[in-house]
Nanobody, 115 residues
């Protein structure tokens, strides 16, 4: 069973930065794509960013220019560098690994942006 473990969440003020990490239990290049999602209180889970096996990167419009997804293959780790954080970025952030029709999820890490 694939395991994904996120870390790096916390409480920050608007304008500050955080880096989330997601460590996979196996080679991340085994998956078609590694993704970050988030779920704010009372809202649906939404996609935030993706990096596919070939290195293509995509972002949800509201985070473009502020968030950066990256990976470290030897460490089986995917990162989400978040800058200029806003209160509306407050959510539980989930790592997701996708292989064909299979989708694996981490337990999530809380990010709270508040003054």
């Amino acid at each position: 069973q694939v395991q994904l473990v996120e870390s790096g969440g916390g409480l920050v003020q608007p304008g500050e930065s955080l880096r989330l990490s997601c460590v996979a239990s196996e080679n991340i290049f085994n998956f078609n794509a590694m993704n970050w999602y988030r779920q704010a209180p009372g809202k649906e889970r939404e996609w935030v960013a993706s990096i596919n096996v070939g290195g293509r990167i995509d972002y949800e419009d509201s985070v473009k220019g502020r968030f950066t997804i990256s990976r470290n293959g030897p460490q089986n780790t995917v990162y989400l560098q978040m800058g200029n954080l806003k209160p509306e970025d407050t959510a539980v952030y989930y790592c997701n690994a996708q292989f064909l029709s299979r989708s694996y999820w981490g337990q999530g890490t809380q990010v709270t942006v508040s003054s």
